[in-house]
């Protein structure tokens, strides 16, 4: 003990006392020649002379202490040390998508309330009272006149009425509808509406308008059909389809076998939208589109259940951090 | 909407289409088939069949032992049924097919030692009908071996149509017919309508009086006489059944065929029930009591439109008849009433009674006002072939108030200022007359239509554009890619929004979405007074969130479900609270936008070089800091509340800005967090993002850099625990010049020995923009600093350097 000078000393220690060819190591190897009656009490001696050397060992590790060395060579292959990255939910994703490729059309972004009167959401939107399109939206209510909004249309009467002709917005948005919750139905879901209105503006431009998003959206190859259709506030009316994202057209269960996918509806400003706003009716003309965010969504990312989107499982959206 | 192609086929002819041409075009003008349907698919397999022969089963009374022939074989089989003889037709399933009604697989069976190759099958067992007390029998004209869907003329397409709001003139087969000629531009027709009347006439004995004419426009009723009620035919019932409705009786299912053929619901009356001989139409008693034909009683109110005789009520009209004069197996005499009543008082009715049904879906929809008598006739007209019944001569038709025609001029450069396109005049007329208007040419390009009166929709020139558009196609109209913007120099309204969710992702949260609607025990986190919905799905979606933190706890506690402890979340959305009691208008509440932060567990992923950091609310204070400087919110300064007696957090940390209040940290609370299944400490933030919108934001502006190094002191001290640190830096710099820029706190520790003393460690920052600082211009100043630090907080210097 007292020859050990240095670290390097100490391990020649370990190996001369400890080490696989040591000496504590042939004396074990002897156990079996020792007689049969002796051997308990060799095997006992020889574990204290054993535990005493390991006592010494770490004694003189302790003398010495070690400094901290460098690796000759570092071992690269450890894994990075990695920043931590947040994500955004995948509905403001797509939202954010959206409203990113209106903007370059050159729209505006409008905000409007989520509790609504029943003036905006339906009235002003040319919902007569006792008629049955108000049946196409379940509406919860806070009271008579006040509900949650059905959609983001409403956004389009509080915005002309602030300002005049040529509008051009867009309003995203949460909306309510008062159905059970489902895979494929829930009562909270986001939208995107846009409206356009100025002197000159067609259905073709409409048409012009929404292709040219779709391709962004959707890819160069995408093909877009637009059916008539029927909303209050918008005559004529449409849906735009495009080609099933899923299988390119060919068929498949999500679309159908149709080939096509519903994305949204449209139309042209219908007069008396225009005259709740006091718009004159004979000069201008408008468009107006309302995207629904979770179904455009669910379809890009091949989700089929609603109710995952907004149970905000970690592990969920985690998966989501490519932008 | 569903349409039998089969049914379809008696008023156009498209016998040149495949069901999916049909199907596009149908939804390529506004009449959106979602799906088709294959009738008589189940049948395929199931051929008619005769018994050749029949014995007892030597071993069981009531079976028999039947030979069966299926045209080119013959079978044994075992037969239960107690209707099968020899030399009828019957319908024979081989073994192998699957019987429609169980949905198994035919096997070949022993039954009761004999084999069995097969089945004689009953209507039930077809799906065909309810009938199951012996197998269906052919007629003797039945051909053995043709398939029984050819045999039976089973075999249909129907098509299920989502018709919108605005078209009841579509809720037919009739009107379907009639969008298909204006399609295809090619003729539809309607059946001829041609009965005969017995010498009686109606008006002998009979009169109808409205009293209400304004929800009862028009009333037309006929009567005939010594019907004998009993099964439809099979191609009546074929009709109905495949399209879903429940084949009853010949008086019942003729008005329900009429109903779809036309889109004119039609109500019967057992004529023996009506007493009086009158009907009068008005409106029901305040609370009074009717049961109507469906069994229950129902409470009407004096809104009700009500279908009367002189001493009683006999039906909700337009809605539903009344059980006190419904037609049954005794009827003999049968009142039938065609009436176009006013859609909104039919809408009423029905959503008061929560009672919604065909009739009165296509009345508060709108019928053809024009077309109620016609379709009574075609109703007597059947009952007259299908129930062997007399028609009396004559009708009435009480119709007080004409509804006008509607005319609506069409100028063709609106046509084009609002599609874009220029669509040829006769091409509009030609549309428009295949739609059923009639249309004149005025000078010029302009038109004027007579709307259709089976088009209730139609009242303004651009309800016409709409017709003229989706008939010739939307598809095509050319895309216009143009985008014809005015620059109007008008604010873009700045997308905060997005770069708050940029910002806080950057720092490596997770953004979630909570549903706003949330439990009562939920929104009493918050002091605010919430809001309830009036008309919840559920008790636990019953008012709205007056704050973002519950959400937050709901999700941290689903996640520790799943294990995941570590979680940094935060979310955007609007919450809302009533500041009355009674919430009548925009006055009466608020809502406002939040963003909500959440840290629970570790900080950062584990790693092999560093240990975890723990959340705690200095790390959410700082998140917040940065969040704000990095908005360009100044002068922020925070008020923290230690142990607080709160059901919901200890812990409290307000955030200013000047003085404006914009939100706070809170620590929850164990007992909240254990009521949520947490177990780990949780540490939220809550702003008023609406608030912080508004607030005026610093302007970056650039600060002159110096020339000259900084020198930095580091400065440690024993000082009393109840000074803060806010304090102490307070005192630093007031007791310095300008030329200290910064003071960071570097270590702060406590041990047993320092009784009541805390060592705290701070960096002092000196530079200045004249020169290079000498040590002893430093050195004076931490002279100076440490001096008042004595005086005034009794510290204890323990290095300074």
Redo the contacts between chains.
């Keep these: 003990m007292s020859k050990v000078k240095s670290l390097q000393e100490t391990e020649n220690f370990r190996i001369k006392y400890l080490g696989r060819k040591g000496s504590i190591s042939s004396l074990f190897e002897l156990i079996s020649q020792v007689p049969k009656e002796s051997k308990a009490e060799f095997g006992r001696e020889l574990n204290l002379l054993k535990k005493e050397i390991e006592e010494n060992y770490q004694n003189l590790l302790e003398k010495f202490p070690k400094t901290k060395i460098q690796a000759k060579t570092e071992d690269l292959t450890l894994p990075g040390i990695k920043p931590n990255i947040g994500t955004k939910h995948i509905v403001t994703q797509t939202l954010d998508e959206i409203i990113e490729i209106f903007r370059g059309f050159g729209f505006n972004i409008a905000e409007g309330p989520e509790v609504e009167s029943d003036y905006y959401n339906f009235s002003a939107l040319n919902f007569p009272e006792d008629h049955p399109a108000r049946d196409m939206q379940d509406t919860f209510f806070i009271a008579k006149d006040l509900l949650l909004r059905t959609h983001t249309s409403p956004v389009q009467i509080r915005y002309m009425e602030k300002h005049k002709p040529p509008v051009r917005i867009i309003a995203p948005g949460r909306v309510f509808r008062n159905e059970a919750v489902s895979a494929r139905s829930h009562c909270i879901f986001h939208q995107v509406e846009g409206l356009y209105v100025d002197a000159n503006v067609t259905f073709a431009e409409l048409k012009g308008t929404l292709f040219n998003f779709a391709k962004l959206f959707y890819g160069e190859d995408v093909k877009i059909r637009f059916r008539p259709s029927f909303f209050p506030f918008t005559e004529p009316s449409a849906e735009m389809d495009v080609t099933c994202i899923l299988c390119n057209g060919r068929g498949c269960r999500v679309c159908k076998y149709s080939g096509w996918l519903e994305v949204l509806g449209c139309g042209m400003v219908d007069p008396n939208v225009f005259k709740s706003v006091d718009y004159d009716v004979e000069e201008y003309t408008g468009y107006a589109f309302g995207i629904g965010i979770e179904r455009i969504a669910m379809l890009k990312y091949g989700i089929d259940d609603i109710r995952i989107l907004f149970e905000n499982d970690i592990r969920f959206l985690r998966q989501f951090i490519q932008i | 909407m569903k349409i039998s192609l089969n049914w379809l086929k008696n008023y156009i002819d498209i016998s040149n289409l495949s069901v999916d041409e049909i199907a596009r075009y149908l939804?390529?003008?506004?009449l959106?088939v979602e799906?088709i349907d294959e009738i008589g698919k189940d049948l395929k397999g199931f051929v008619v069949g005769e018994v050749v022969s029949k014995k007892n089963h030597p071993n069981a009374d009531k079976l028999s032992l039947c030979q069966v022939n299926n045209g080119s074989e013959t079978f044994q089989v075992v037969c239960g049924a107690p209707n099968v003889e020899q030399g009828q037709k019957i319908v024979f399933a081989q073994v192998g097919l699957i019987i429609p009604s169980t949905g198994e697989k035919l096997k070949k069976a022993k039954i009761r030692g004999i084999e069995s190759q097969g089945m004689i099958c009953s209507e039930k067992e077809l799906g065909l009908g309810e009938n199951h007390t012996g197998i269906l029998v052919l007629s003797k004209d039945a051909v053995v071996g043709e398939p029984i869907i050819d045999s039976l003329k089973l075999s249909d397409v129907v098509l299920e149509i989502g018709i919108?709001?605005?078209?009841p003139d579509a809720l037919s087969h009739i009107g379907v017919a009639r969008e298909l000629s204006a399609i295809l531009r090619k003729k539809y027709s309607i059946p001829k309508i041609d009965y005969d009347e017995i010498d009686e006439s109606i008006g002998d004995n009979f009169s109808v009086s409205i009293e209400n004419e304004v929800d009862c426009p028009r009333y037309c009723a006929l009567i005939v006489r010594n019907v004998k009620v009993k099964e439809s035919p099979q191609w009546l019932r074929n009709y109905l059944s495949n399209v879903g409705l429940r084949p009853l009786n010949n008086i019942v299912d003729i008005s329900n065929f009429v109903l779809l053929e036309y889109g004119q619901p039609i109500h019967t009356f057992d004529a023996k029930l009506v007493e009086g001989n009158k009907i009068i139409i008005k409106n029901a008693d305040e609370n009074e009591k009717f049961v109507t034909l469906d069994g229950k009683e129902r409470i009407l109110w004096s809104d009700t439109l009500m279908i009367c005789d002189p001493e009683k009520k006999i039906a909700i009209a337009g809605v539903m008849g009344g059980k006190n004069s419904e037609i049954t197996s005794a009827t003999k005499d049968v009142i039938i009433e065609g009436a176009y009543f006013n859609?909104?008082s039919i809408?009423?009715t029905s959503k008061f009674l929560g009672l919604s049904t065909d009739a009165s879906y296509r009345f508060?929809?709108g019928v053809d006002h024009k077309n109620t008598l016609t379709v009574a006739k075609r109703v007597a007209q059947l009952i007259a072939e299908l129930a062997d019944g007399e028609i009396l001569a004559g009708y009435i038709d009480e119709y007080p108030s004409k509804i006008e025609d509607v005319e609506v001029t069409v100028r063709s450069s609106r046509v084009k200022?609002?599609?874009?396109?220029e669509i040829d005049r006769d091409e509009i007329s030609e549309i428009l007359e295949h739609l059923g208007f009639e249309v004149r040419k005025l000078n010029g390009s302009d038109l004027v239509c007579k709307v259709p009166s089976f088009r209730p929709d139609i009242t303004?020139e651009?309800?016409v554009?709409?017709e003229v558009?989706?008939i010739h196609g939307?598809?095509n109209?050319?895309?216009?890619?143009?985008?014809?913007?005015?620059v109007?120099g008008?604010e873009?309204?700045s997308?905060s929004e997005?770069e708050t969710?940029?910002i806080?992702?950057?720092?490596?949260?997770?953004?979630?979405?909570?549903?706003?609607?949330m439990k009562y025990e939920e929104v009493k986190f918050s002091d605010y007074k919430p809001?309830?919905?009036?008309?919840?799905?559920s008790q636990e979606?019953s008012h709205?969130r007056t704050s973002l933190i519950p959400g937050l706890v709901r999700?941290i506690s689903?996640?520790h479900k799943?294990s995941?402890f570590d979680?940094?979340?935060?979310e955007i959305?609007?919450c809302?609270y009533a500041q009355k009691d009674i919430?009548?208008?925009?006055n009466d509440?608020s809502?406002k936008q939040n963003i909500a932060i959440a840290l629970t567990g570790s900080?950062?992923?584990v790693?092999?070089?560093?240990k975890p950091t723990k959340a705690d609310i200095f790390y959410l204070k700082g998140l917040v800091e940065t969040y704000l400087d990095k908005i360009s919110l100044d002068k922020i300064s925070f008020t923290s509340y230690n142990d607080l007696e709160n059901d919901y957090y200890n812990i409290e940390v307000k955030v200013f800005t000047d003085s404006t209040y914009i939100g706070s940290l809170y620590k929850l609370s164990h007992s909240y967090l254990t009521r949520n299944a947490i177990e780990r400490e949780v540490f939220v933030a809550e702003l008023d993002f609406s608030k912080i919108k508004s607030l005026p934001k610093l302007k970056s502006k650039f600060n002159l850099l110096s020339n000259y190094p900084k020198v930095e002191r580091d400065l440690s001290f024993l000082i009393d625990d109840s000074i803060t640190y806010k304090q102490i830096e307070e005192k630093i710099y007031q007791s310095s010049d300008k030329l200290l820029k910064k003071i960071m706190l570097f270590d702060q520790y406590r041990d047993e020995k320092m009784f009541n003393r805390k060592s705290l460690a701070v960096r002092l920052e000196f530079q200045s923009y004249e020169k290079t600082l000498t040590n002893e211009e430093v050195d004076k100043r931490i002279q100076k600093i440490v001096n008042v630090l004595e005086k005034e907080f009794n510290v204890q210097i323990r290095a300074a350097n």
């Design positions: 939804t390529m003008s506004g959106e799906s919108t709001p605005n078209r859609p909104k809408r009423r508060e929809r200022k609002v599609l874009g396109i303004r651009i309800d554009i709409e558009a989706r939307y598809e109209i050319e895309v216009d890619s143009r985008v014809s913007f005015t109007t008008e873009v309204i997308q997005k969710r940029e806080l992702s950057g720092f490596g949260l997770n953004e979630v979405i909570n549903n706003t609607l809001i309830k919905i009036l008309n919840p799905i979606l709205l999700t689903a996640n799943f995941e979680l940094m979340l935060y959305g609007n809302m919430i009548e208008n925009f509440f809502e900080i950062a992923s790693n092999w070089r560093e």
